[in-house]
């Protein structure tokens, strides 16, 4: 057992080195050709694009003014809190 995990972990550190040194050379290349990650059609900073905004009408208005269209998904912390004591939902109401 102890000898599998230690080819386990020799594998692993000839991966990570294998690694690097392909990261380094693609690295050279692209300074080299003058290529950007634009160019590879990836993003720049790494995130996903934001989702947009709902755009169905408020149905419910929180006790610090928020608003709630109610529909599917998780729900905001405010109306689990509201929930969560007891309230119902439907006092919220627009």
């Known amino acids: 057992m102890a000898q599998a995990q230690a080819l386990m972990a020799q594998a692993e550190e000839a991966r990570k080195s294998e690694l690097a040194s ?3 050379d693609i690295k050279a290349k692209m300074r080299q050709f003058g290529i950007t990650v ?7 900073g790494g995130k996903k694009p934001a989702k947009s905004k709902s755009t169905a ?6 006790p610090q003014g928020e608003l709630w269209a ?12 509201v929930l969560a004591s ?8 627009i």
């Open 38 to 44: 634009a160019d590879l059609g990836g993003a720049s």
């Open 22 to 24: 392909t990261i380094a």
């Open 57 to 62: 009408a408020a149905k419910y208005r929180g």
């Open 86 to 93: 007891g309230k119902s939902i439907e006092d919220f109401r």
């Open 70 to 81: 109610g529909g599917p998904g998780r729900k905001p912390e405010w109306v689990r809190a």
